[in-house]
């Protein structure tokens, strides 16, 4: 079946710093990728829409500057949350879709950020 | 009114029974419906897409009510391995860009 790689799985890193997670797609070309982040208890919530070769589509309140996503071939999407803080701390996970409609999502593994 | 909204639960319920977990959805023009399973800590995985004549994949039974804008999953002879959160997805809007909402989960807890 469809995989997709979540890099890194887990990170804790100081307040300020930057961290960048990859998303790949490893057996088929991802046109369309996602960027969720999900907080304990709660449910998945959508940050944006990463479409290959161009600029990805945020979210209404997910602020554009913070979270930049490059989407830069069909298999691979990177999310990089700058100057993070502690309030940034959650599960951030990818998924990638060929587009084709009515096709489900694949998921990454995750990425447990924390930020001391 | 949330989008996609399920029971949070949670389900708790012995080895071997049979068990429903219900959603709905707002919007009328979705298109695709699918459940999603999440372990703790995890990411979701797919379970089953959800047909308008409803499916089956062994002991997971899904249906769909358009009329009503109602999802069902149905788990029979539950094992101890089904414990998990089960969420509810739907395609917004019909959208060709697959972008999805998600229901907050029900949690189901099967107990020896």
């Known amino acids: 079946g469809a995989v997709v790689s979540q890099h890194p799985s887990w990170v804790i890193c100081k307040s300020g710093t930057s961290v960048k997670i990859e998303c790949r797609s490893l057996?088929?070309?991802?046109?369309?990728m996602f960027w969720y982040r999900q907080f304990p208890k709660q449910s998945l919530m959508l940050m944006a829409t990463?479409?290959?070769?161009?600029?990805?589509?945020?979210e209404q309140g997910v602020e554009k500057d913070k979270f930049l996503i490059n989407h830069a071939s069909l298999t691979l999407s990177t999310l990089t949350v700058t100057s993070a803080h502690p309030e940034d701390s959650s599960f951030y996970i990818c998924?990638?879709?060929?587009?084709?409609?009515?096709?489900?999502?694949?998921f990454g593994d995750g990425t447990r950020l924390s930020i001391l | 009114r949330k989008e996609v909204e399920q029971d949070p639960g949670p389900f708790n319920v012995p080895e071997g029974a049979t068990v429903a977990f219900n959603c709905t959805y707002s919007n009328s023009a979705s298109q695709s419906f699918f459940w999603y399973r999440q372990d703790c800590r995890k990411e979701p995985k797919l379970l089953m897409s959800?047909?308008?004549s409803g499916n089956e994949d062994g002991r997971f039974t899904a249906q769909l009510n358009r009329a009503s804008q109602y999802i069902s999953l149905l788990i029979r002879d539950s094992k101890l391995s089904d414990s998990a959160t089960y969420l509810c997805v739907v395609n917004w809007r019909g959208s060709n860009t697959g972008k999805l909402i998600f229901g907050q989960g029900t949690t189901l807890q099967v107990k020896p």
């Open positions: 998924s990638a879709s060929t587009g084709a409609p009515g096709q489900p999502q694949h």
């Open positions: 990463s479409n290959e070769g161009s600029k990805a589509t945020y």
């Open positions: 959800v047909y308008s």
């Open positions: 057996d088929f070309q991802a046109t369309t």
